[in-house]
């Protein structure tokens, strides 16, 4: 695609449900980064992946937060046992290469409500 | 980690005036500074960036200065319009990799 895509766009999840957040970066882009936002604040760092390698998940807030890129394109970030204070968008970036100063771009994020 | 700060959190002005957001970092090692435009709902958007070599970049009614030694840079939006209204994110390069640190954001409402 032309874009950073995220499924679903929005997800309502009850307290203590697993979810899952897709990922899928523009094609070839070898850098991903997940954020996450509350409302009115900025994104916040939580992982980066350089190709399937995870090479920094400082960001991550729990156990609870798990991160993947098994084939180095399609990421999943899926947060077990969900609860209230995880409502937040995510977002996904991705970029083309591993240099600094190289443009990422943001797909539309997953809007997550635990309810 | 890197610290980034950004003022103000709202800004109000009229349609045609000018609009300033400042950010200061700590971390005098990063060497890039973007500046992304969030409206409502949606993804954030560079909408133009500096590298540490550069004073100031300018694109049409956008600039951005960096002063390295202060640690700090600014967004500059001249004759501003109704669809500039949208909240900005500095943000801040740093280490090997791009890990993006964000600042909290400018809310800019331009009024009419």
């Known amino acids: 695609g032309a874009g950073v895509s995220q499924s679903p766009r929005y997800k309502v999840a009850k307290r203590g449900q697993d979810v899952a957040l897709r990922c899928d970066p523009i094609?070839?882009?070898?850098?991903l980064f997940w954020y996450q936002q509350a409302l009115g604040q900025g994104p916040e760092f939580l992982t980066y992946?350089?190709?399937?390698?995870?090479?920094?998940k400082s960001g991550l807030p729990s156990d609870r937060f798990f991160a993947e890129r098994p084939e180095g394109s399609v990421s999943t970030l899926k947060i077990q046992r969900t609860q209230q204070e995880d409502s937040a968008v995510y977002l996904c970036?991705?970029?083309?290469?591993?240099?600094?100063?190289?443009?990422?771009?943001f797909g539309q994020g997953t809007r997550l409500t635990v309810v | 980690g890197e610290n980034v700060e950004q003022h103000p959190s709202t800004l109000s002005v009229q349609e045609g005036d000018s609009a300033v957001i400042k950010c200061t970092y700590s971390?005098?090692?990063?060497?890039?500074f973007p500046w992304y435009k969030q409206e409502l709902g949606k993804r954030p958007q560079l909408i133009i960036d500096?590298?540490?070599?550069?004073g100031e970049k300018k694109d049409q009614r956008i600039a951005v200065t960096l002063n390295k030694t202060a640690k700090h840079f600014s967004l500059h939006i001249t004759e501003t319009q109704p669809e500039d209204s949208a909240v900005y994110f500095c943000?801040?390069?740093?280490?090997?990799?791009?890990?993006?640190?964000f600042g909290t954001g400018t809310k800019l409402q331009v009024i009419p």
């Open positions: 094609s070839g882009h070898v850098s």
């Open positions: 992946f350089q190709n399937e390698a995870q090479l920094d």
């Open positions: 943000a801040v390069y740093l280490g090997g990799y791009q890990k993006v640190t």
């Open positions: 970036a991705s970029s083309l290469v591993w240099v600094r100063n190289t443009e990422a771009f």
């Open positions: 971390d005098s090692a990063s060497n890039y």
């Open positions: 500096i590298r540490s070599n550069v």
